[in-house]
């Protein structure tokens, strides 16, 4: 009896201490049981090397969910099916977006779900789904790894040229280069004396420019304030020759309106000579014999003075200032 009753005791302890570390399992693993989740479904296109179910799900690094099925699009092969399982309290919206992310130097891969707006609707299947899916983008490893090959190329073309341009004959003109390089850094230190020397003259050079440039100054000044005194003189003189060709214009306009004057007098004593005529046509007889050439002469002189008239009034239009100081062609006086 006392046999079997150490038996039971045994086994009572390495039960209960079975369901201990059980329980403990389930603690350490936080496990609910009772949480409730929400399916997503991603379609990754290439390759997701290091994702695998049971792979954790994270919303912003947090662990929210894991994946529960990866599988080849039966209707598109370039796709891979992921189904993830995320907690249901954890809100998924429309703008988000998962990307499969590497975890260290380990390789092992996990879905990262990033994006979502507050104000943006739930994510929730499509019509004649039960699933909603997930977009899916590229992640920035994803793409170093997918530009890999490309950057092998470039640094394969890079190295060839770096070989090509350092052949034996380009070595042999660089180590010429240094060589010159080196000859003519020694014989700047050699001249140091010298440049030294052409520095300081520069220098005093430019202090002399400068003094030079002070003493001008006023110079400058001084003759610009004499051509502002010429230029105001000059325009007053244009002003003066101005106002005595406006004069002379008005003279001119007064002197043709008397000639316009005379004229119609005249006109109207031609008027009065032909009724006089056909009044008294011997009178006019007698006028056409002696008074007509006397007649004749007058208006020869009219015309002569209208000429006159004309050609002054050229004059003043050519050289109005004339006028005010007379001719100035003169010719050379010799002293006698």
């Known amino acids: 009896m006392e046999t079997k009753a150490s038996y039971v005791v045994v086994g009572a302890f390495v ?20 949480r409730e989740s929400n399916a997503y479904r991603i379609g990754f296109v290439g390759t997701v090397t290091g994702l695998s179910v049971g792979s954790p799900v994270r919303y912003r690094g947090i662990p929210v969910g894991q994946v529960s099925d990866i599988r080849v699009d039966s ?20 703008d988000a977006y998962a990307v499969l992310e590497s ?26 789904e ?64 010298n440049i030294s020397a052409l520095v ?18 006023p110079i400058a000044v001084s003759l610009s304030e004499d051509l502002s005194g010429v230029a105001e003189e000059s325009a007053q003189t244009m002003a003066a020759i101005r106002g005595t060709v406006t004069g002379v214009d008005a003279e001119i306009s007064t002197l043709g309106a008397d000639a316009s004057q005379a004229l119609s007098s005249l006109g109207g004593a031609a008027d009065q000579a032909r009724g006089i005529l056909a009044e008294n046509r011997g009178a006019v007889r007698d006028f056409s014999q ?7 002469q007058f208006l020869i002189e009219g015309r002569l003075l209208l000429e006159s008239l004309n050609r002054v009034t050229r004059q003043l239009e050519r ?3 004339r006028i005010l100081f007379g001719s100035r062609d003169r010719g050379v006086e010799t002293s006698k």
């Open 290 to 296: 002696s008074g007509l050439y006397e007649m004749t």
């Open 130 to 193: 039960t699933i909603a899916e997930l977009p899916a983008r590229s992640s920035v490893v994803e793409e170093v790894f997918e530009s890999a090959p490309e950057i092998a190329n470039q640094l394969l073309v890079l190295t060839n040229r770096a070989s090509s341009i350092l052949n034996p004959k380009n070595q042999q003109s660089l180590q010429n280069i240094l060589a010159n390089l080196d000859a003519v850094s020694g014989a700047f230190a050699r001249e140091a004396d």
């Open 15 to 34: 039960f209960g201490l079975f369901a201990a570390v059980l329980g403990f399992v389930v603690w350490l693993g936080k496990l609910d049981l009772d």
């Open 103 to 128: 975890q260290g130097l380990t390789g092992v891969g996990f879905i990262q779900v990033k994006g979502g707006s507050r104000g943006a609707p739930l994510l929730g299947p499509g019509p004649g």
């Open 75 to 94: 209707e598109d092969i370039e796709r891979i099916l992921v189904t993830i399982e995320v907690d249901s309290e954890v809100p998924i919206k429309r």
């Open 319 to 321: 050289d109005p200032a």
């Open 200 to 217: 300081r003259n520069a220098n005093e050079a430019t202090e002399s420019l400068q003094r030079l440039t002070a003493t001008l100054e």
